[in-house]
């Protein structure tokens, strides 16, 4: 043993100077490769492109390139298979693969981290993690607009009632209420690719905060990882993990509009309501009540909305007291990161498949539209197309809602001597607009409910995508 070997504190990789080891408690404490492991294979991607560039700046040798790149050959094997032997003592993911790395292939393994530091290295390690999450992320988005797209297409004539403050409004169709869920996941599409241009930035070369003294080449390592651009100040590319708060940000957006529609759907499927039925595979039964089946995957999408939230909070609040440059506090970043994308990507999955499964009930629709004086704004038009000032022809129709409330009957059903009691610009072809059909085909504009509008939106959402 070498006089430096018997005062290293634990063998670490950077115990040299300490004169005692760590306590278990601290080592777990500290420790994260029990859940960073999941970067392991973007943390050999960017290591060998490093490795690459290194033997280029003849900062290390060819040999020594031929070395590390067997050694991770047969590491990323070993990670695959599941054999990979991961241990607490080495801290981390970077540390374990350096060191097996050593074990493997021995001199050329300790060169790789040559000009490096874990500070530039898991910076580059999530952007290269997270893009492709954002690329899954985005395909998923993609699925779940089509499945939601097949259902309005069956259903852009089919009348319901649209809603303001939960009571019955005007008439929309099915179709265009779905397309609303379309629009915010296709924005949300476009937040993740937005994102996804500053998560593909290089750290690589800013080393521990401040440059490396050695010739890089880092434009270099950003074209064989794919980055569009090199991050442009050292101190900045290692310590700030907006890129993950902002991904965070579009993936709570994402929830929030899944939770909107889980509410609906729940809402829908009640009994009460009775707009539409779930598949039974997304449902659950009660353990004493045996009648129920229970809309469970949309009340647990609102339910994961929170904690989608709650790690936006959290990577938020670990960021914000961080001085310049590298903290530890930065190694919090992952679990909140690692959770948010599952969360999102299972959600996403379910949600396309269960789009699918759904069982509309145009009758039940049709009813409560008859409840509600749904085409009221229809009669008001009239009348301001008969010539009637808008708040004269709001203030007619409203009287004659009212004494339809009273005899109990929808506007339709009224007389049209009684409608005339309200306004002598009424006449016969007043039925027209009063019906829901003719109260749809009206909306006959980009964004409206008319059918013909909903079948060109669904057109145009489609060759969109
Ligand atoms: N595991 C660490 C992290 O996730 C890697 C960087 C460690 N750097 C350091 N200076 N201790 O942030």
């Given at each position: 043993m070498t006089e430096q070997q018997n005062n290293n504190a634990g063998g670490k990789a950077w115990s040299g100077r300490f004169s005692e080891p760590v306590s278990d408690l601290v080592k777990r404490y500290t420790a994260s490769v029990y859940f960073d492991k999941r970067l392991a294979l973007h943390d050999i991607r960017g290591s060998l492109a490093h490795a690459r560039m290194l033997a280029k700046q003849q900062i290390i040798n060819a040999q020594d390139l031929a070395d590390i790149e067997r050694g991770m050959t047969q590491i990323e094997a070993e990670i695959t298979a599941g054999t990979f032997a991961w241990?607490?003592?080495?801290?981390d993911v970077h540390l374990n693969i350096e060191k097996r790395l050593t074990a493997l292939v021995g001199d050329a393994g300790k060169r790789l981290h040559t000009g490096r530091s874990r500070n530039d290295q898991v910076a580059t390690d999530i952007r290269l993690w997270l893009r492709d999450a954002i690329t899954d992320i985005d395909a998923l988005l993609r699925n779940y607009i089509l499945a939601l797209l097949d259902l309005a297409e069956q259903h852009a004539a089919t009348p319901m009632p649209g809603f303001t403050h939960l009571q019955v409004a005007q008439p929309v169709t099915f179709g265009h209420h779905l397309l609303a869920y379309v629009e915010m996941a296709k924005r949300d599409r476009e937040r993740m690719a937005d994102c996804r241009k500053r998560v593909s930035r290089l750290p690589l070369g800013s080393a521990a905060l401040a440059g490396t003294t050695f010739p890089i080449d880092r434009a270099y390592v950003a074209q064989q990882l794919e980055f569009e651009a090199v991050c442009e100040n050292s101190l900045d590319a290692v310590s700030d993990r907006d890129f993950a708060i902002e991904f965070s940000a579009a993936a709570a957006l994402v929830m929030v509009h899944v939770s909107r529609f889980s509410e609906e759907l729940i809402s829908w499927m009640s009994p009460r309501i009775g707009f539409i039925d779930i598949a039974d595979r997304f449902c659950t039964g009660s353990s004493i009540m045996p009648q129920k089946k229970n809309p469970d995957v949309p009340e647990l999408a609102r339910g994961k909305s929170g904690r989608v939230f709650g790690n936006l909070m959290g990577l938020l609040t670990l960021m914000k007291g961080q001085p310049l440059a590298y903290n530890k506090d930065n190694q919090e970043d992952k679990e909140p990161l690692f959770d948010t994308v599952d969360t999102l990507t299972d959600t996403l999955r379910i949600f396309a498949d269960m789009a699918t499964g759904i069982t509309v009930k145009p009758e039940a629709m049709a009813s409560a539209l008859k409840q509600g004086f749904a085409t009221a704004t229809d009669l008001a038009d009239y009348l301001v197309k008969k010539g009637l000032p808008f708040r004269d022809a709001h203030e007619a129709v409203a009287l004659a809602v009212r004494s339809a409330e009273k005899k109990g009957?929808?506007?339709?059903?009224?007389s049209l001597q009684d409608l005339q009691?309200?306004?002598?610009?009424?006449?016969?072809?007043v039925f027209a607009v009063l019906t829901v059909e003719g109260s749809l085909a009206a909306r006959n504009h980009i964004g409206g409910t008319a059918p013909a509008q909903v079948r060109a939106a669904i057109q145009r959402a489609r060759a969109s995508l």
């Open positions: 241990n607490l003592d080495d801290e009957c929808d506007l339709a059903n009224l009691t309200f306004s002598p610009l009424i006449d016969k072809d």
